[in-house]
């Protein structure tokens, strides 16, 4: 079991697309253990995209994203990082394959609808950016034991249980 940070960027948000793309991760059977709607800090926008400081697109992907709330999701689940990336797809709208969110809602380059941790060591850092941990909240969902194997259901020590 692993936890990625998701990101519904202004665009999705002001398109209302908002559940429809919830609604894709919990089809494949993630569980939300974390969700905020916030229009996002510059600063904290700054030390979420440091790896993209200087580059051409840098200044207007900060505007863009700090002009408007964005939804904030912490998604539990098997290999939720890669799988999450793979549902995202390509990060150009127009090169995105379709059946991705990505390919199927937008065609921009600039206002791609989401962004999804790429790395473990990404996530651990984005959640921590954006989640308290006390907003992180574990429970069980009745339908687990339907969508994992028996094997697959143990969580790592990593994981803790919040207390009741
Ligand atoms: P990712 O979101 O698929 O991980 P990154 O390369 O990490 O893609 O870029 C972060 C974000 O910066 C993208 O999601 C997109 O919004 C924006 N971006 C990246 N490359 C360009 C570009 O060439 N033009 C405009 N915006 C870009
Ligand atoms: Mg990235």
Same mark, same amino acid.
């Given at each position: 079991?692993?936890?990625?940070? =998701? =990101?519904?960027? !202004? +665009?999705?948000?002001?398109?209302?697309?908002?559940?429809?793309?919830?609604?894709?991760?919990?089809? /494949?059977?993630? *569980?939300?253990?974390?969700? *905020?709607?916030?229009?996002? !800090?510059?600063?904290?926008?700054?030390?979420?995209?440091? +790896?993209?400081? $200087?580059?051409?697109?840098?200044?207007?992907?900060?505007?863009?994203?700090?002009?408007?709330?964005?939804?904030?999701?912490?998604?539990?689940? /098997? #290999?939720?990082?890669?799988?999450?990336? /793979?549902?995202?797809?390509?990060?150009? $709208?127009?090169?995105? +394959?379709?059946?991705? =969110?990505? $390919?199927?809602? $937008? =065609?921009?380059?600039?206002? #791609?609808?989401?962004?999804?941790?790429?790395?473990?060591?990404?996530?651990? /850092?984005?959640?921590?950016?954006?989640?308290?941990?006390?907003?992180?909240?574990?429970? +069980?969902?009745?339908?687990?034991?339907?969508?994992?194997?028996?094997?697959?259901?143990?969580? !790592?020590?990593?994981?803790?249980?919040?207390? !009741?």
């Amino acid at each position: 079991m692993e936890r990625t940070l =998701i =990101i519904l960027k !202004p +665009d999705a948000v002001q398109r209302q697309l908002v559940g429809r793309i919830i609604g894709r991760f919990e089809d /494949k059977g993630f *569980k939300i253990v974390g969700a *905020k709607l916030r229009r996002i !800090p510059r600063q904290t926008l700054e030390r979420h995209y440091s +790896d993209h400081k $200087g580059k051409p697109f840098y200044q207007r992907l900060l505007a863009f994203m700090s002009k408007d709330p964005v939804v904030i999701l912490a998604l539990e689940g /098997k #290999n939720a990082i890669a799988v999450c990336r /793979k549902m995202m797809g390509a990060t150009f $709208g127009s090169k995105a +394959d379709a059946g991705t =969110i990505r $390919g199927d809602f $937008g =065609i921009s380059d600039s206002f #791609n609808l989401i962004h999804g941790s790429d790395s473990p060591e990404a996530a651990a /850092k984005e959640l921590q950016l954006f989640f308290d941990t006390d907003e992180l909240v574990s429970y +069980d969902i009745i339908s687990a034991p339907w969508i994992y194997d028996e094997d697959e259901l143990v969580e !790592p020590p990593s994981l803790p249980r919040t207390p !009741p």
